[in-house]
Structures are given as C-alpha cells and as structure tokens.
C-alpha cells in the first residue's frame, strides 16, 4: 500500500487526521503540520478533490536520516523515478526546512536534482529537464532536524486556494481553517449557523458546500495529480463522476451578516461563483447589535472577528465585549466558535459573562499566530 502525506495549519493536525480516515477509510497518524497515511491510489484522488482542511497531498517516496548531503544523495537515488516521471516530462524540486541543521535548502534542492537526473539517465538513457518556473512532476524534499522526507506533489497549488475565490477581503480567513472551525464547533446541516462579521463570506460558504457536498478540489482544475501518468485518466474522471453525482440541493440554515456594504457585495460574488446563493443568505448587518437583525437565534456561531488596529478597531478588550454581549442577547443558547489573535484576552470576557471554554487551540500558519476558542453559554 502506498504511503502518503498531507500539510495542513499547524494546530489542526488531528483535524485533518480524521478528515483522511473519514474519506479514505483508513489509519492516519497526525504529525507537526503533517498528516501521514496509507492508502490506494485511488484514495489520494479522491482525498484531492474532496478535502476541505488539507493543504498539499504528498506521494512518499523515501523518508531516512541524514547528515550530510552524501546521505541527501543516497536517499535520492534510492527512487525509481521511471515509474513516476516520462522522459518527455519536466520536473523540480522544492525544499522545505524545519529544525536545527547545517545543510542549505540550495544545496538540498541541488543534490536531490542531481541525483534524480542521474538516476534516470542510469535506467532510461534520458536525461530529464529541470523547469523551476512550470515543471510536469514535482519533488519536495523536507528536512526536519536530521529526518529527510522526499515526496511528489500530487495536487500542485495549495487547495486552501478556493475555485469560488472572487472578492478577497483584506482579512480573509483561509478556507482550511474555516472548514476545520466549522468541523470543531459540531455544526451539521440540519443546524442553523451564522457569522455576524462575515468579510468575504468564507464561513457561510465553506458551510454550504460541505451541506451540498460539493468537492471543493473537483472545480479547482489544473490538480498535479492529473499530469501523472501512472494515475490513469478513466480513475479520475470515475472519481469525478462519482462526486458531481453525490451532489444535492438540500435545504439548509446559514446565514451571514457584515456592516461594510463593500464586504457583503463581495461575499455575493464568492457565493455566486460558489453556486450557494441559494443556499446562504448574506445581508448588511452590526454584529454588535445583533438582536436587530436575527429573527430565529442560530444554533452555532461561527467567526472570524477582527484582530485589532489594522482594521480600525482601537479598543479591542470593549470591542470583544461588545460582540459576546450582542450574542449572548441574540442567540443565548448558540454554541460559539471563534477565531482571535487575543486568547488570554476573550477568554476574561467570556467567563465573565459566565460562558464556558470548551476547546482552545493555538495555531500557526506564516508568521500568524492565532487561537480557535469555542465557547458554550
């Protein structure tokens, strides 16, 4: 059985753990921002185009310890590249480095390149192209301390990066972590749900796909697996069609609300685009007056509000107080998930207006530290 690894936001490694076993039915382990796993190859298609919280799908090729770019080369030419690359196809290599070592992400890149030309030209007389700008196969090597990984990029461009993705709000909650709130907080369709500060309408749009079982990754297009040829072009247009036909119109409750004009109009577009719009229900609204635009309290709060002073907001600590006060007055049974850079801070307000933290995790993705809180009242 083939082994694989998938990246994801680091904090939500065993999110995505039980998002691989609840697709492809079968064991995986969660790791520093990865996710290891074993399973067919038809499974890690279909993992491409359903997965709402993973990043990049890896075929693992070698995984030893190094110390010197001696062992970098051995590993490397340990790979039978015939089987994964044409000699008509280009490729690359990408390094990612984690840990204390000495060897350079350059050097790494370099030998790995090497070897994998030399490898090829030892089995297939062919000597393979290298394009770093627009390659057919992608190799990433990750060091870890004195672990190596050496995988195949089988998704190419991040599938955080949506189809539907239209309007950009200047805050924009990645789609990833969206998916993974939203998988947190417990909602499932037949529940109502709402983001009062919902931007570009991430939340209330990740919802609906996951009510109408759309595969995000299906309408992304241009996925690196559907350049390998030893993926067989009948398995994948199975698997698709497999999937536009699990599709359905279901009637469901999300709503979501924004006070900037220009936000909601943009949240209409992504929606459109999504094909939702009948299925969520976007409207200008104050989420810190909440009571005048809700009819029916929700039964999940979900949101992402703003961080601080970047979006004009000089008095955080009254702002958040302001918006659970406005909740706990419009949907005092709800439960809320809730995303901030000011843990210690929204904890205070939340137990003093006596409301539990249930969960709290810490997360990292760039140079963005943020915590996901879900709070019951």
Known sequence: MPAFFATIVTGLEDVGAKEVESIVGCKAR?????????????????????????????????????????????????????????????????????????????????????????????????????????????????????????GLNMTGQSLHRRFYKTFYHRASLMPTIACSMILLSGWKPGESLLDPMCGGGTIPIEAALMARRIAPGLRKGNLALERLFFIEKELIGEIRDKLLSNETNVMVEIYGIDVSPKSVEGALVNAAKANVLDTVSIKVGDALNLVNYISEPPDHIITNPPYGIR????????????????????????TITIITSK??????IAEALRMQVVEARQLFYGRIQANIIKLLQ
């Open 30 to 150: 969660p790791d520093a921002g990865k996710v290891f796993f074993e399973c067919d190859i038809y499974g890690a298609v279909l993992l491409n185009f359903t997965s709402r919280c993973l990043h990049k799908i890896f075929l693992l090729l070698g995984h030893d310890t190094v110390s010197s770019l001696e062992d970098v080369a051995r590993l490397a030419r340990s790979i039978d590249y015939a089987e994964l690359i044409l000699p008509s196809q280009s490729f690359a290599v990408r390094v990612e480095k984690h840990g204390e070592h000495e060897l350079r992400s350059l050097d790494i890149a370099s030998t790995v390149g090497k070897s994998v030309v030399e490898s090829y030209l030892a089995s297939k007389n062919v000597r393979l192209v290298v394009n770093l700008d627009n390659p057919d196969v992608e190799l990433y090597a990750l060091l870890r301390n004195n672990e190596l990984l050496i």
């Open 311 to 334: 979006m004009g907001i000089r008095n955080i600590e009254k702002f958040y107080e302001r918006i659970l006060t406005s909740i706990r007055q419009a949907a005092p049974h709800a």
């Open 343 to 348: 843990s210690n801070l929204l904890r205070r």
